[in-house]
């Protein structure tokens, strides 16, 4: 098991020798690695220090080569760190360029990653370098502890050897009441020593034992999704029109490690349960969405060993020392463990900030599935959000909130009609920090002009799933007595984001000489008209002898800019 924790050091040596890489023939020199496990794959794995963390930290503290290969999607920052060596790219995203052979071949360059794997093991494939193969990364469960907490295995052991099921009227069997939680001296199960509800005798007199052993306790979480339905029902485990009614679970949102875990395994239990008749459904989650891991500051010294955080002290010149030696330290983002002690404890963050800030900055780090990294300076913004959002029904006041509008401008009524069909669209998603981004444009918008109490109210249920304890505070002041919770989501009428006007760019001989605002519905006479007026006296002036070239929007045909080649 020390093989697969995170932060220890990774260390190997070389054996002097080389192995061919099949792609483009290069040498690779071939190390034994103490944190290659021998249940993954063959055991012999090719390190990517680019895009594998370990590899990467293996390969710095053996200066080995790194060469890059994925980029993401989008340029940022990240993108020169990545081509200087500075950071592993573990995110999706498209191909680099390559002079290899086999990047021209299939047109790798600009790939994305998950299908240039496919074109690269096919390609291998079809040499005979290699062969294209799906491996399950089983893992054993033992079902079986020697532990009181569990479910009890519902047999008896008899004197004559035999074992049996216990009556489906003895059913469900409850763990008894001991007093004593600790192994049996024999090294048995707590339960060896429940003598009364241990010992058993049949009808004819022969003596039994029931099994001491329990489950896992995940012998009930494979299917609480389904006793969630019907939790109340005595006679079953869920009713089957409930059943029907519910079922597939619409989304299932965990990290990537329940695949092999409890996701695996309740997908076993759940196509068990569907070949006995008892469920409707073959499969029983419809859609998985794994989240992004959270990373904090740590530090690392020059050979690449993790530090703790409570062992650095941070400079005034913004360096990080080791307190035992001096030694300045490199700044990383690490996964958060309580062997690098640099978790961040919510409560601490609650106290200063309140529960909707640290929810709603969790969100705004970056796309839900993608790594986030923790800045305690960046929370801040998200605070003087909501404070915005505070005042924006509210205006400050004590109790009670704003005097709300009995009219208000079109620019107010576009802005919240924008915010809900963005902010809908993004919740759908699942892009929850651009959803963020959108509301913090809503509120810019909104903010200094008045607004009527539907503006007001439709922005409290948008922002409310990101922020409930907040907006649950603002509904009351607002004078709703129940809560916002049952409330129909707000829809957006799309007539109302039409604009009556557009802006027209105005470009003489090929450059842009002024903009003119006209109405969406102008024709090419009248813009022309417009054109000449909104450059007299400028130093290009046009006039009607001048050719006038309109051009329009594909889809709604309103005029987005007028060039004219003037006669000179």
Known sequence: MDRTIENRE??????????????????????????????????????????????????RNYGLQYVPVVRPVKDDERLQQI????????????????????????????????????????????????????????????????????????FVHWEDGSVSLIDESELPLVLPQVEEYRPSDGGESPLARAGEW???????????????NTMPQWAGSCWY?????????????????????????????????????????ARFWHKLLFDLGHVSTEEPFAHLFNQGMLNAPAFRDQRGVLVPVDEVTEKDDGSVVRNSDGEVLERINAKMSKSLRNVITPDDVIAEYGADTLRMYLMFMAPLDHQRFWDPKAISGIHRFLRRSWALITDNADTGCRDF???????????????????????????????????????????????????????????????????????????????LAYEDWPEYDEAVLTEDSVTVIIQVLGKKRGQLQVAREVDDATLQELVVQ????????????????????KKDQTPKLVNVIAKR
């Open 534 to 553: 909104a450059q007299s006296g400028s130093n290009y002036e046009v006039n009607g002898n001048d050719r006038f070239i309109v051009v329009r929007d």
């Open 225 to 265: 999704y389904l006793r969630f339905i019907d939790p109340q029902n005595s006679e079953r485990f869920c009713d089957p029109e409930l059943e029907k009614a519910w079922m597939p679970v619409d989304l299932y949102v965990g990290g990537a490690e329940h695949a092999v875990l409890h996701l695996l395994y």
């Open 198 to 212: 241990l010992d058993v005798i049949d009808s004819s007199g022969r003596r039994g034992r029931r099994e001491t």
């Open 83 to 154: 081509l200087d060596g500075e950071l592993c790219y573990t995110d999706p995203g498209v191909m680099l360029p390559c002079a290899d052979e086999v990047f021209g071949e299939l047109g790798l360059e600009g790939m994305p990653n998950e299908d240039a794997k496919w074109a690269i093991s096919g390609w291998l494939d079809s040499r005979g370098s290699g062969r294209r193969v799906i491996n399950y990364r089983f893992r054993d469960w033992l079902f079986s502890r020697q532990r009181y907490w569990g479910e009890p295995f519902p």
């Open 10 to 59: 990774k260390s190997g040596v070389f054996i002097g020798t080389h192995v061919v890489n099949p792609v483009n023939g290069r040498k690779v020199p071939l190390y034994i690695g103490d944190y290659v496990l021998m249940s993954y794959g063959t055991g012999a794995v090719m390190g990517v220090p680019g895009h594998d963390e370990r590899d990467f930290v293996f390969a």
């Open 405 to 483: 509008a009995s009219e208000e401008s079109d620019e107010a009524t576009r802005a919240i009609h924008k915010a809900i069909k963005g902010v809908t669209a993004d919740y759908n998603a699942l892009a929850l920090n651009t959803a963020i981004a959108k509301l913090m444009e809503a509120i810019n918008e909104l903010s200094g002009q008045p607004i009527s109490r539907e503006t007001a109210r439709r922005y409290v249920l948008l922002l409310a799933p990101l922020a409930p304890h907040l907006c649950e505070e603002l509904w009351s002041r607002m004078g709703y007595a129940d809560t």
